[in-house]
């Protein structure tokens, strides 16, 4: 067994988000917080500073800087893109190339771990402040998960708002995480957190900040389905692991999908298998 590369990665996230309502749901939080949140950004500057860390293929990124442009109409916004992952880079210029409506943003990418980009930074001395900073669903790959939240809320501007997407306490995966964690394979290299383990963080760094919940599901149904392509890709996404259905032990197998069916993981809704992929978005003062 072994962990999925960065490609194996893009292709069973995809997989993901074709079954699951992950965008959907934040879909619904742009629609209905979003816009009050951005409000009170650059309190009358000409140019808004924004930065995005660990924006995957920039889907979730052109939505907000599309909100962004209608709360603050004819402002200028300069959005900087930190993502290690070349394919990902590749697709979100793509996107960028195909959007008419963007004249007043700039672009700039960051080919780079957040890490690495806080290294470089700190090695400059210079230090950027932004306006609004957005990290969505990225701190599960982080190793320093504390540091890396007060490094980037050093970072913004006075006014300004991070905004953390992250798995919530109610959540699947939340109990996944804690009570069947012997049923996910030492391959999986991430890092096991929901949004309590950010507000612990944001309480210990006395900061303000406010959690919205977001109700989202994942139908895991093919998960079940011995010789499913999509199950397969779908297992691999949950366990980061390469062809896990295929390489881990039956008794492995046969416990993880014995865990997916709890009903603190999953509910069975028309005959199909819908794992709970709550959302909890924690916006958090300068």
Same mark, same amino acid.
């Given at each position: 067994?072994?962990? #999925?590369?960065?490609?194996?990665?893009?292709?069973?996230?995809?997989?993901?988000?074709?079954?699951?309502?992950?965008?959907?749901?934040?879909?619904?939080?742009?629609?209905?917080?979003?816009?009050?949140?951005?409000?009170?950004?650059?309190?009358?500057?000409?140019?808004?500073?924004? #930065?995005?860390?660990?924006?995957?293929?920039?889907?979730? &990124?052109?939505?907000?800087?599309?909100? @962004?442009?209608?709360?603050?109409?004819?402002? #200028?916004? &300069?959005?900087?893109?930190?993502?290690?992952?070349?394919?990902?880079?590749?697709?979100?210029?793509?996107?960028?190339?195909?959007?008419?409506?963007?004249?007043?943003?700039?672009?700039?990418?960051?080919?780079?771990?957040?890490?690495?980009?806080?290294?470089?930074?700190?090695?400059?001395?210079?230090?950027?402040?932004?306006?609004?900073?957005?990290?969505?669903?990225?701190?599960?790959?982080?190793?320093?998960?504390?540091?890396?939240?007060?490094?980037?809320?050093?970072?913004?501007?006075?006014?300004?708002?991070?905004?953390?997407?992250?798995?919530?306490?109610?959540?699947?995966?939340?109990?996944?995480?804690?009570?069947?964690?012997?049923?996910?394979?030492?391959?999986?290299?991430?890092?096991?957190?929901?949004?309590?383990?950010?507000?612990?963080?944001?309480?210990?760094?006395?900061?303000?900040?406010?959690?919205?919940?977001?109700?989202?599901?994942?139908?895991?149904?093919?998960?079940?389905?011995?010789?499913?392509?999509?199950?397969?890709?779908?297992?691999?996404?949950?366990?980061?692991?390469?062809?896990?259905?295929?390489?881990?032990?039956?008794?492995?197998?046969?416990? @993880?999908?014995?865990?997916?069916?709890?009903?603190?993981?999953?509910?069975?809704?028309?005959?199909?298998?819908?794992?709970?992929?709550?959302?909890?978005?924690?916006?958090?003062?300068?």
């Amino acid at each position: 067994m072994r962990s #999925l590369t960065a490609e194996e990665y893009v292709e069973a996230f995809k997989t993901f988000l074709d079954h699951s309502t992950e965008h959907q749901c934040m879909d619904e939080f742009n629609k209905e917080q979003l816009p009050n949140i951005m409000s009170g950004l650059g309190h009358g500057k000409s140019t808004i500073n924004v #930065l995005g860390v660990g924006s995957g293929t920039g889907e979730q &990124d052109l939505k907000m800087i599309r909100i @962004l442009q209608a709360v603050h109409p004819g402002v #200028l916004i &300069d959005n900087e893109i930190v993502e290690p992952n070349p394919q990902h880079v590749a697709a979100y210029k793509e996107l960028v190339n195909q959007a008419p409506d963007l004249q007043n943003v700039s672009f700039i990418w960051h080919q780079l771990t957040s890490s690495e980009y806080e290294q470089q930074v700190k090695e400059k001395g210079t230090h950027k402040k932004f306006d609004f900073i957005h990290m969505i669903q990225m701190l599960y790959r982080v190793e320093d998960i504390p540091n890396t939240i007060k490094f980037f809320h050093s970072c913004l501007d006075l006014h300004g708002k991070l905004l953390i997407i992250i798995l919530s306490d109610s959540s699947g995966w939340a109990s996944l995480w804690k009570k069947y964690r012997d049923c996910l394979p030492s391959t999986d290299s991430g890092h096991y957190i929901t949004s309590s383990g950010i507000t612990d963080v944001l309480k210990r760094l006395g900061v303000e900040y406010r959690v919205y919940e977001f109700p989202s599901g994942w139908d895991i149904t093919e998960c079940f389905v011995e010789g499913d392509a999509v199950g397969g890709l779908m297992m691999d996404f949950l366990t980061g692991t390469k062809d896990f259905l295929g390489t881990a032990p039956p008794a492995l197998r046969q416990r @993880l999908r014995e865990a997916l069916c709890q009903p603190e993981c999953s509910s069975t809704k028309d005959g199909r298998i819908i794992f709970s992929n709550n959302l909890s978005m924690i916006v958090v003062e300068s």
